[in-house]
């Protein structure tokens, strides 16, 4: 039953942001090496009303800065009028000064600041309001047209531990035999139903080798690759003619939208991108080069669920597929991401996800309301997001955030203390 306080405004009264820290493989990627935590930010939007909602979002100094000036932008509007939300977030950065604080190691850099500052905001409004009708998200944002949300299984090559720590469970992956090994039980733990090999990490003909292995061990999975743009239009091209046939989509290739249209004109696969086109700006540019055909979205970096479902709509309008991006993350996330997944009908991939790469005994919420079967992940059905703040956990990973120093993701500064010679370069290949 509607409650009585929906008869008015339900007004934000505070909000309170807690960055949190847990624990993260040694996952190699083109700018460097996962750091032992990944940062995250949990938002929790309280109401006159009583009843409070999540959000999630990345946990780096200068973006926890900008979430407290969204704060107190945001209190005292009605938690209804999330365009007013934005308003006030998009009004209280305007002359933003602070540095940094993107939240993925300099590879998405150019998202708007105030669509990022906004998604936590959006997020929880959607979980209020669906705590307050006694209705889940995907209700909210259109009602879910699919039961469960399926997801690739996203691999890595990888360390077998981190330098001067013990071997995590995964162990190495170094070369295309690490990489079958480590599909192989990421299949078989969590029944995913479609491959993604984060590249940009070895020479182009090792994780052509690598692509072409699985190919071999999964003649039927769906195979894409993602060298966040470590290839020049060349090699690009060369590694696209390589693995005709073999993938569903190339990921990022190379850097920028022209140099993605000049490797467009020469693959049969379609080209996908979450980093020449991160923001709605970027949108008319792509279209108009022909640089990409499938865009990952990512409510994270698009403004929240709200924004995301206007792109969903523009991928629609141009033809283009819509799939969905996703760095380490926990469950307020993956809930939220959930939720979208099954409010839009035309996100025609399985989605992205870091799921397996975390601590199943590390999250800041209470276990049971996400599991994983058969590659997807059911939509929950209770109100809101559906999932519950673990206040347990919420204390153990922010004492993990003030003990292990970490203020900020850099890959990159890792990797130069590990290997003083590595050096960042766009493209490398
Ligand atoms: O698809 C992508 O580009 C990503 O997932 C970016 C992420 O930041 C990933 O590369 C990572 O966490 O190392
Ligand atoms: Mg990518």
């Not at 020479?203 to 999975?221: G, K, N, S, V």
């Not at 993956?334 to 009908?345: D, E, G, I, S």
Request: proline residues 6%.
């Amino acid at each position: 039953m509607v409650q009585e306080e929906l008869l008015g405004q339900v007004s934000i009264s505070g909000v309170t942001i807690t960055p949190v820290a847990f624990t993260d493989p040694p996952l190699l990627n083109a700018v460097g090496v996962h750091e032992p935590y990944a940062l995250r930010a949990v938002v929790q939007v309280h109401t006159d009303a009583g009843i409070s909602g999540l959000g999630e979002t990345y946990g780096d100094a200068g973006h926890l800065q900008r979430l407290q000036v969204a704060a107190e932008a945001v209190t005292g509007a009605d938690v209804f009028n999330i365009n007013l939300l934005r308003q006030r977030v998009a009004a209280a950065l305007a002359r933003d000064t602070v540095q940094g604080g993107h939240g993925m190691s300099g590879m998405v850099t150019g998202s708007s600041t105030a669509d990022r500052v906004l998604s936590p905001f959006d997020v929880a409004a959607l979980d209020i309001q669906g705590k307050l009708l006694g209705r889940p998200v995907s209700d909210l944002l259109g009602g879910a047209v699919r039961e469960s949300v399926p997801f690739s299984g996203y691999l890595f090559y990888k360390w077998a531990g981190h330098p001067g720590h013990d071997e995590d469970s995964w162990g190495a992956a170094v070369d295309p035999d690490g990489v079958v090994r480590q599909a192989r039980r990421m299949v078989d733990e969590y029944g995913f139903s479609a491959l993604k090999l984060k590249a940009g990490v070895f020479h182009p003909d090792q994780e052509i080798a690598a692509m072409e292995a699985l190919r071999e061990e999964f003649p039927d999975l769906p195979l894409r690759i993602d060298p966040n743009a470590a290839w020049s239009v060349e090699t690009s091209i060369r590694v696209g003619h390589a693995l005709d046939g073999v993938l569903e989509y190339l990921e990022d290739p190379t850097p920028g939208i022209e140099g993605m249209a000049q490797v467009r004109q020469a693959v049969s696969m379609p080209l996908a991108t979450n980093m020449c086109v991160v923001s709605f700006a970027d949108v008319p540019p792509a279209v108009a080069a022909g640089a990409v055909d499938v865009i990952l979205s990512d409510h994270h970096f698009w403004g929240g669920l709200r924004r995301s479902q206007a792109l969903a709509g523009i991928t629609e309008t141009f033809g283009l597929g819509l799939s969905m991006h996703s760095n380490s993350h926990l469950g307020i996330s993956l809930a939220a991401m959930v939720h979208l997944a099954a409010a839009t009908p035309n996100l025609d991939y399985a989605c992205d996800t870091h799921w397996p790469w975390k601590d199943p005994d590390e999250d800041v919420v209470l276990p049971g309301a996400l599991r994983f079967t058969d590659g997807a992940v059911p939509v929950p059905t209770a109100p809101g997001l559906g999932v519950e703040l673990d206040q347990d956990g919420l204390e153990k990973l922010h004492q993990q955030y003030l003990e292990c120093g970490l203020r900020g993701r850099d890959d990159t500064g890792y990797m130069q203390r590990i290997n003083p010679e590595y050096e960042l370069r766009s493209p490398r290949w």
